[in-house]
């Protein structure tokens, strides 16, 4: 319940703080003395754009607050702020909070029905929130947009990869055709180097061959070759070190020696003395020379940039294979989002169904008490045919979305013998206004403590109807608070409060007042509103019938 709502330099309202009760408010006033301002200061804290005009005149910021009492009598403060700036602030509890948040929380306190509501009644695509509101289906309803977003998602990854997929497809010829080029000599990763150094070696196998000889026979085979030296230095040494304990350590040293002499002997043999020419192998490594440089030059430049390439065809194979894999993953996915989805817009589609009835005869009824007795409501369904929708009802495919497999529009008569038609083309101002309250009533109360603020509810109805939309406006107060703005004496006598707006000067410059009304202030003001300006005894005494008569 909204108990408080204090307003700062918004518009008119210099320091306006206007303390509410449970029940039934009305808020009056003269045209343009600012009413409408409370809404807008509401709204503003329940998180709708509002103009830096905004701002009262030389001042800085704009504060808009509100006080409620929730479902389990915790006590709740939202306040906004407005800067000349733009940038706005947000407070929960005295705690900042993004805009967002703050909305969030304003929806579960309170509810403003204005010419937005009017106009959202007269949109087709908005009807199916009143109805899956009256039925319960909005917690299934985010389902199934989550289902719908789940699925889009899905459908834009699918068509990502099948575009790779096409991609590759026009590249596999040329794939195919320089793997196979390559894979066809099959260079391993350091050939290049070793085929080099081998044709290096087999045409100086001449010159390899003498200078290894020479080599081998100064380090083991000539008569004085380092290892005869070493050995006979060997044997000196054995004997010296005999002498002197310290040079007998240098033995183990020249053995070392003489095995890497030797060892040095044996592989310059092997390489240089061990190896026939053959011409043909010679030939052989040219034309794998040749082959190879053919390849580098057709791929990379390099020998490196060429075995990249062979690398990345191959990871081309490799991903699209994968791609295959995602795909299937992907579409197995879908498939099974698009099951429990239809599966849920199935169960949707039985719930609203029956739903829709009975709102219709819910509607009806309340219309009757409204003053339109012969009304005729009705929710009529409509599906978008689709011979390749994803849902099927009555029998035919149809498209399926996040709202389900169906959309509904509201038809309605006022006369009897007239067969309902969209409201924009049947609905009067004065039928609109009573249609809209007539669905309000059927709606669910989200808490006992919930606000309902109505704005000019009561356009185009007048005299016997204005009593009947008065009384089903207190009739709603009993299980949640209603704050109406209107300008019908008849509405006014039936509130529990009242409030009178009045706009007057101060310091200069002009203000609105929010001055709470009792007894024979409460009479003049609905006397002012019965004729029109200056209060006569005839209006003074009509203003009294109509207040007993709530009463009573």
């Known amino acids: 319940m909204l108990t ?13 703080d206007v303390s509410l009760k449970a029940g039934f408010t009305v808020i009056t006033g003269e045209t343009g ?49 407005l800067f000349a700036s733009g940038r706005t602030r947000a407070f929960y509890n005295d705690s900042p909070v993004s805009v967002k948040s703050l909305a969030e929380a304003a929806s579960s306190l309170f509810d403003i029905t204005s010419q937005r509501a009017f106009s959202h009644l007269l949109e087709p695509d908005r009807h199916l929130d009143f109805l899956d509101l009256y039925s319960g289906l ?39 055709f320089q793997l196979e080029q390559i894979n066809e000599i099959d260079p391993q990763i350091s050939e290049e180097e070793e085929l080099n150094s081998e044709i290096r070696r087999l045409e100086n196998f001449e010159e390899l061959h003498g200078d290894g000889q020479q080599i081998v026979n100064s380090l083991v085979r000539d008569t004085q070759s380092v290892d005869v030296r070493l050995q006979d230095s060997g044997n000196l040494l054995q004997r010296v070190g005999e ?52 390849l580098v030059r057709k791929f990379g430049g390099t020998y ?12 081309e194979l490799t991903s699209d294979e994968k791609t295959d894999i995602e795909l299937e993953t992907l579409e197995s996915q879908s498939e099974r989002i698009v099951t429990d989805w239809a599966l ?31 009304a005729v409501f009705e929710a009529r369904f409509r599906i978008n045919e689709d011979l390749k929708g994803l849902f099927e009802r009555e029998g035919k495919r149809c ?28 609905a009067s101002g004065g039928e609109l206004s009573r249609l809209l309250l007539a669905i309000k009533e059927s709606l669910p109360v989200s808490s006992s403590e919930a606000t309902t603020i109505f704005d000019e509810i009561d356009s185009g109805v007048s005299g016997k109807v204005a009593h009947l939309v008065g009384n089903k406006l207190k009739s709603l107060s009993r299980d949640r608070q209603m704050v109406a703005i209107t300008h019908l004496p008849q509405i006014a006598a039936i509130a529990n409060h009242h409030f009178k707006v009045h706009k007057h000067p101060h310091k200069g410059k002009i203000e609105t007042s929010f001055i709470a009304l009792e007894d024979q202030a409460k009479v003049e003001e609905i006397a002012t509103m019965i004729s029109g300006g200056e209060i006569t005894d005839a209006a003074l005494e009509q203003a009294r019938h109509l207040i007993e008569g709530a009463e009573s």
Do not use: W
């Open 243 to 294: 002498l002197d304990s310290t040079l007998a350590e240098l033995i183990e040293d020249l053995d070392s020696a003489k095995a890497i002499v030797r060892e040095i002997a044996s592989r310059v043999e092997e390489r240089c003395l061990r190896v026939n020419y053959e011409a043909h192998l010679l030939e052989e490594l040219r034309e794998r020379q040749h082959a190879i440089a053919g």
């Open 399 to 426: 498209t399926l979305s996040g709202r389900g497999g169906e959309d509904v529009e509201f038809m309605f008569s006022a006369n009897p013998g007239m067969e309902p038609r969209p409201l924009v083309n049947v």
């Open 33 to 81: 003395s600012g009413k409408s301002l409370l809404v807008l200061a509401l709204s503003f804290l329940g998180g709708e754009k509002v103009s830096t005009e905004i701002i009262r005149d030389g001042e800085t910021k704009a504060i808009v607050e509100g006080e409620f009492i929730s479902a389990v009598g915790d006590p709740i403060i939202l306040r906004r702020e």
């Open 4 to 16: 408080r709502i204090a307003a700062k330099n918004f518009a008119l309202l210099r320091d306006t």
């Open 304 to 315: 490196t940039a060429m075995l990249e390439k062979r690398d990345s065809l191959r990871a």
């Open 344 to 374: 849920l817009a199935k169960r949707v589609s039985k719930t609203r169904t029956s739903a829709a009835q009975r709102l219709q005869r819910s509607v009806e009824r309340s219309m009757a008490k409204l003053g339109v007795n012969k």
């Open 138 to 176: 909005l917690p299934a309803r985010k389902t199934m947009e989550d289902y719908e977003r789940d699925y889009l998602k899905l459908k834009r990854q699918i068509a990502g990869l099948l575009r790779k997929k096409e991609e590759f497809r026009q590249r596999r010829e040329i794939i195919d």
